[in-house]
C-alpha cells in the first residue's frame, strides 16, 4: 500500500492550503481512520484529523474551525484543507492509513 501527498509547498498567508492523498493498493473504503498530521520544529508531530471509511471526520478541536478533511471514493483520495493559513502552519504535512501505512510527507512553508 502505498500514499503520496500532492499539493503546493508555498502558501500566501490568509489563503486556504489544499493537499490531497492518494492511495495506491488498498481502498479508502476499507475498515480503516485515513488521517492527516504535520510536524514542526517546535511542536513535533500533530495529529490534524481523520475520515473514516464510511466518511465520518474528526479533527483536532485545537484547529477544528479551520480544517476540513473530503474523500473521494471514485478517485481513491482524501483531501486536507486549512484555511486562513498562517506562518505556523508551515510544516511536513503526513497522510496515512491509520496505524500501517504513511505517505513520505510534503514540506509546506507559509509565506507571509
Known amino acids: 500500500v502505498q500514499l503520496q501527498e500532492s499539493g503546493p509547498g508555498l502558501v500566501r498567508s490568509s489563503q486556504t492550503l489544499s493537499l490531497t492523498c492518494t492511495v495506491s493498493g488498498a481502498s479508502i473504503t476499507i475498515p480503516r481512520a485515513w488521517i492527516w498530521i504535520r510536524q514542526t520544529p517546535g511542536k513535533g508531530l500533530e495529529w490534524l484529523g481523520a475520515v473514516t471509511n464510511t466518511g465520518f471526520t474528526y479533527y483536532t478541536p485545537s484547529l477544528k474551525s479551520r480544517i476540513s478533511i473530503s474523500r473521494d471514493t471514485s478517485k481513491n483520495q482524501f483531501t486536507l484543507q486549512v484555511n486562513s493559513v498562517t506562518p505556523e502552519d508551515t510544516a511536513i504535512y503526513y497522510c496515512?492509513?491509520?496505524?500501517?501505512?504513511w505517505g513520505q510527507g510534503t514540506q509546506v512553508t507559509i509565506s507571509q
Open positions: 496515512g492509513g491509520w496505524s500501517a501505512w
